[in-house]
């Protein structure tokens, strides 16, 4: 069964440094597609970011960067340089690439940020 | 400006009710889905639609219908049958694929006392 691991439920961090969001995954489809989202306390989800299982290259997005080890089965949010507009809960998400799998995003139970001044 | 349009934001109503929840998107995709959200958890999908006049299951369907007349709208009806309807609602839509990311229009919070 496919599933997503966020072991982290809150996090604290001063503002201007970096954090890692953690991420683990697991599935048994070679072709997948890894997601974060951030969803601010109005409630819309904000894509950040995506990572193809076959992409060599981890993924950024300004100051977003995904950290891809693809053995380890993890894909974590690296957020440089944090700002106070950060604060948000943020959500890892799996697509797989199978016929059952596809089109359906399995989410893991977030990581609520929170940027101190 | 493309998006997706979610109505209303704050929904009550009574147990026993049926409730409609909107959602319309102007980005010409073809797949659009609706998730529910409970406080502190993360997204579990509801139905899903790939191509107009054409539906799935996700996980939790129990208790919910949907209907895709149009490629624009995607409305999920929460039923009577729904044991726990309280719950905050969000539909998206992606263009066909797995790569593409699914865009979410701004929920709706559903609570029936």
């Known amino acids: 069964a496919q599933k997503i691991t966020q072991t982290q439920p809150g996090m604290f961090v001063q503002e201007k440094e970096a954090v890692t969001l953690d991420c683990t995954y697991d599935t048994s489809d070679q072709s997948y597609g890894l997601f974060w989202y951030k969803q601010p306390s109005s409630g819309e989800m904000i894509f950040l970011i995506y990572q193809g299982s076959y992409d060599e290259q981890n993924a950024t997005e300004g100051r977003y960067s995904l950290n891809f080890q693809k053995a380890r089965k993890s894909a974590n949010l690296v957020i440089s340089a944090s700002q106070l507009g950060d604060s948000a809960m943020y959500f890892c998400a799996m697509r797989g690439g199978s016929m059952d799998s596809n089109y359906q995003l399995i989410w893991g139970a977030g990581t609520k940020l929170i940027i101190k001044p | 400006d493309g998006g997706i349009t979610q109505s209303p934001k704050y929904l009550f109503r009574k147990e026993g009710q049926n409730v409609t929840l909107s959602c319309e998107q102007n980005l010409n995709h073809d797949a659009m889905y609706w998730y529910r959200q409970d406080p502190g958890q993360g997204l579990r999908l509801i139905y899903y639609s790939q191509i107009v006049n054409d539906f799935q299951k996700g996980d939790i369907a129990e208790g919910y219908s949907v209907s895709r007349e149009k490629k624009e709208s995607f409305p999920l009806t929460v039923t009577s049958a729904q044991k726990n309807p309280t719950a905050f609602y969000l539909c998206?839509?992606?263009?066909?694929?797995?790569?593409?990311?699914?865009?979410f229009g701004p929920g709706t919070r559903l609570t029936v006392t």
């Open positions: 998206a839509s992606s263009t066909a694929g797995t790569n593409y990311e699914q865009y």
